[in-house]
């Protein structure tokens, strides 16, 4: 049997209609895997988006190790795909990110977990290659939940090897 895996990309949401989000899909625990856990929107950076969870009965965790280094980002903020790939397969290779690929399996195989990262789109961002990994060793259903205050649809959207599904809220 698979378990789900769900991801999740906070841009354009605001904190309230992420946690709706969570609750409805219902998360038990959000693997937060960028790099550098700070944003400018409020309510996402590690300690007051920790606390919002905690106040849901949400768990938390930070994989830094699983985080798009700053030369993938920059990559990817060039539209450089090629290089923003380049950059993350040698980063997850290393024993950290392989560490905490493991670390975040063995969490989403204990309870209803979600891969946060900023961009919206799965396409655009490092989770997508996460999920994929963890899908390997450990044979997870991945499914991207997008956040938005206008639709409730979902659609199955084949990307690469694994299915994702977009949840627009």
């Given at each position: 049997m698979h378990r789900t895996l769900f991801t999740i990309g906070?841009?354009?949401?605001?904190?309230?209609q992420f946690l709706?989000?969570?609750?409805?899909?219902?998360?038990q625990h959000v693997i937060d895997i960028r790099d550098v856990p700070v944003s400018r929107k409020?309510?996402?950076s590690k300690t007051p988006l920790a606390a919002e969870l905690a106040l849901s009965g949400i768990g938390y965790s930070h994989l830094k190790a699983l985080g798009d280094p700053k030369p993938?980002?920059?990559a990817m903020r060039r539209s450089d795909y090629a290089a923003f790939l380049k950059v993350y397969e040698s980063h997850i290779a290393t024993d950290a990110a392989q560490a905490a690929l493991h670390?975040?399996?063995?969490l989403a195989k204990?309870?209803?977990?979600?891969?946060?990262?900023?961009?919206?789109?799965?396409?655009?961002?490092h989770r997508t290659i996460v999920a994929a990994e963890m899908s390997q060793i450990a044979l997870f259903e991945i499914r991207?939940?997008?956040?938005?205050?206008q639709s409730r649809s979902l659609k199955n959207v084949q990307t690469g090897a694994a299915t994702l599904a977009h949840l627009a809220i």
């Open positions: 906070y841009e354009g949401a605001e904190i309230s709706e989000t969570l609750r409805e899909c219902g998360i409020r309510g996402f993938g980002r920059d670390e975040a399996v063995n204990k309870n209803a977990s979600v891969l946060l990262c900023f961009e919206r789109s799965p396409k655009e961002c991207n939940v997008g956040v938005s205050a």
